[in-house]
């Protein structure tokens, strides 16, 4: 790595999330070029050539960046809506609102979306959008124009949605697309954009959207499509008792039987939710590596329930952390997920012994890269892998008073991000993005939710 700049941060906590979970209570870490070079105890080499900048990390812990796994930036312009539903009931509302997106929109909500996430830490950010009502625009390009805009590593999930009110399906026929069309454009997409080159900016994935608003002919297609082209596939799966009764009324089985008989489980996939699981559920998530987002603030919006992470963890199944769409999760925030995914597991079965603060970041740092297919490049800062990571602040008031570092970050308030760097380029500094303006992305975002609430 001779002739690469280096960054060079020291005096700080370290949690480093690789496999054994080391930690350092006063650490180092060099980046070189867009890797890291090497992490460890106490100061960094003083003999280091090429250091562009020394960071004093004084008061603050590093992790490797958060990994966002599931989300809806269009969201962003509907947020606050269908207040005291539940998720049946809050989409029926929404769906005639979503299906006056365009692309302005979409550009000004994912731009919305992506820089609330990284000014509060995630690295890599994703996307499942599967609302395309005709003559919209190029939506997905207006998705990764934003995520280029805002400097995060980026998954886009292309979407879909074949089965109208027509064929039983929850949204209106206007806002789905044909079984051909939808898998026609998903793969001209996949062509298009994405980069399976190694520290990759822009993943694409293949998304019908749920298994009551997609036909078994699309989910069908859309896994042998995904497999033939090597690229992931995502849906969201088990996710109400609504969902659940939905599926046995109609395929006579539950929502992950269901998904098995069309392709959908292995080491290629995730879903979001995964709430309503049985035994036997986990079991095939576990023997095939089929991936979880668990996004505990959407589910509780919602009413949605409790999903069984410390079972999914007890399995092996890889489990990463997920905003959802900002209609269920207003705050669009990862980091306050860390503390929430916690909380929300000791009000189940396993009480005190759900996750601890060591497992919450775990899950939004290396799950949410094993999740998306990228362990090998982000989630846990170890040398070689991709210089994706966060200096918190802990020694301001939020935090100064709590000792173990990683304990401030997941149950403290939200810490502030000193500084978060994607692939060794600052993203955040001091808590201000570098890369967008918040406050004209905040005016755009306002004035295209209006325009879009008042086309509806
Ligand atoms: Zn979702």
């Given at each position: 790595?001779?002739?690469?700049?280096?960054?060079?941060?020291?005096?700080?906590?370290?949690?480093?999330?690789?496999?054994?979970?080391?930690?350092?209570?006063?650490?180092?870490?060099?980046?070189?070029?867009?890797?890291?070079?090497?992490?460890?105890?106490?100061?960094?080499?003083?003999?280091?050539?090429?250091?562009?900048?020394?960071?004093?990390?004084?008061?603050?812990?590093?992790?490797?960046?958060?990994?966002?796994?599931?989300?809806?930036?269009?969201?962003?312009?509907?947020?606050?809506?269908?207040?005291?539903?539940?998720?049946?009931?809050?989409?029926?509302?929404?769906?005639?609102?979503?299906?006056?997106?365009?692309?302005?929109?979409?550009?000004?909500?994912?731009?919305?979306?992506?820089?609330?996430?990284?000014?509060?830490?995630?690295?890599?950010?994703?996307?499942?959008?599967?609302?395309?009502?005709?003559?919209?625009?190029?939506?997905?390009?207006?998705?990764?124009?934003?995520?280029?805009?805002?400097?995060?590593?980026?998954?886009?999930?292309?979407?879909?949605?074949?089965?109208?009110?027509?064929?039983?399906?929850?949204?209106?026929?206007?806002?789905?697309?044909?079984?051909?069309?939808?898998?026609?454009?998903?793969?001209?997409?996949?062509?298009?954009?994405?980069?399976?080159?190694?520290?990759?900016?822009?993943?694409?994935?293949?998304?019908?959207?749920?298994?009551?608003?997609?036909?078994?002919?699309?989910?069908?297609?859309?896994?042998?499509?995904?497999?033939?082209?090597?690229?992931?596939?995502?849906?969201?799966?088990?996710?109400?008792?609504?969902?659940?009764?939905?599926?046995?009324?109609?395929?006579?089985?539950?929502?992950?039987?269901?998904?098995?008989?069309?392709?959908?489980?292995?080491?290629?996939?995730?879903?979001?939710?995964?709430?309503?699981?049985?035994?036997?559920?986990?079991?095939?998530?576990?023997?095939?590596?089929?991936?979880?987002?668990?996004?505990?603030?959407?589910?509780?919006?919602?009413?949605?329930?409790?999903?069984?992470?410390?079972?999914?963890?007890?399995?092996?199944?890889?489990?990463?952390?997920?905003?959802?769409?900002?209609?269920?999760?207003?705050?669009?925030?990862?980091?306050?997920?860390?503390?929430?995914?916690?909380?929300?597991?000791?009000?189940?079965?396993?009480?005190?012994?759900?996750?601890?603060?060591?497992?919450?970041?775990?899950?939004?740092?290396?799950?949410?890269?094993?999740?998306?297919?990228?362990?090998?490049?982000?989630?846990?800062?170890?040398?070689?892998?991709?210089?994706?990571?966060?200096?918190?602040?802990?020694?301001?008031?939020?935090?100064?008073?709590?000792?173990d570092p990683v304990a401030a970050l997941v149950l403290g308030a939200p810490a502030p991000v000193t500084l978060s760097l994607v692939g060794g380029v600052p993203v955040v500094e001091d808590g201000r993005l570098l890369t967008v303006d918040?406050?004209?992305?905040?005016?755009?975002?306002?004035?295209?939710?209006?325009?879009?609430?008042?086309?509806?």
């Amino acid at each position: 790595m001779s002739g690469q700049k280096r960054i060079v941060i020291e005096n700080c906590a370290v949690a480093t999330v690789d496999a054994d979970g080391t930690e350092h209570a006063s650490g180092h870490l060099v980046v070189a070029g867009d890797r890291v070079e090497s992490v460890g105890p106490g100061p960094a080499p003083r003999d280091l050539a090429d250091v562009v900048r020394r960071v004093d990390g004084t008061g603050h812990l590093v992790t490797p960046g958060l990994v966002n796994t599931h989300h809806h930036f269009y969201q962003w312009l509907t947020r606050g809506l269908a207040q005291n539903a539940n998720l049946f009931d809050w989409l029926v509302a929404l769906y005639p609102v979503w299906a006056r997106i365009d692309e302005p929109m979409v550009e000004a909500a994912a731009q919305g979306s992506l820089a609330m996430m990284a000014r509060g830490g995630v690295t890599t950010a994703m996307d499942h959008h599967y609302v395309f009502p005709r003559g919209a625009g190029d939506l997905l390009a207006a998705e990764i124009r934003a995520a280029r805009a805002v400097g995060v590593r980026f998954t886009a999930a292309r979407g879909s949605m074949d089965r109208g009110e027509s064929t039983g399906g929850l949204p209106p026929d206007f806002a789905v697309e044909s079984t051909d069309a939808a898998l026609a454009a998903t793969e001209e997409a996949v062509r298009t954009h994405h980069d399976p080159s190694p520290g990759s900016m822009l993943h694409v994935a293949v998304a019908p959207c749920s298994p009551f608003s997609v036909s078994t002919e699309l989910l069908r297609e859309a896994a042998t499509l995904a497999r033939r082209l090597g690229v992931r596939l995502h849906t969201h799966g088990s996710e109400t008792v609504e969902e659940e009764r939905f599926c046995h009324d109609r395929f006579g089985m539950g929502p992950t039987a269901y998904l098995e008989s069309t392709g959908w489980l292995g080491p290629d996939v995730w879903m979001a939710h995964c709430v309503h699981m049985t035994d036997a559920d986990l079991s095939a998530f576990a023997a095939t590596g089929t991936g979880v987002a668990h996004c505990p603030s959407s589910n509780a919006r919602l009413a949605a329930g409790i999903a069984r992470v410390p079972d999914m963890l007890a399995a092996g199944i890889p489990v990463g952390l997920g905003v959802d769409g900002t209609a269920s999760n207003e705050s669009g925030e990862l980091h306050t997920e860390l503390r929430n995914a916690l909380l929300v597991s000791r009000l189940g079965p396993h009480r005190e012994r759900a996750l601890t603060a060591r497992q919450a970041l775990r899950l939004g740092t290396l799950g949410g890269a094993r999740v998306l297919g990228r362990a090998d490049e982000i989630g846990s800062l170890e040398p070689g892998k991709l210089a994706d990571l966060v200096l918190w602040r802990l020694d301001g008031l939020g935090h100064s008073t709590i000792e173990d570092p990683v304990a401030a970050l997941v149950l403290g308030a939200p810490a502030p991000v000193t500084l978060s760097l994607v692939g060794g380029v600052p993203v955040v500094e001091d808590g201000r993005l570098l890369t967008v303006d918040e406050d004209t992305v905040a005016r755009t975002a306002r004035a295209q939710s209006r325009r879009l609430l008042a086309a509806a």
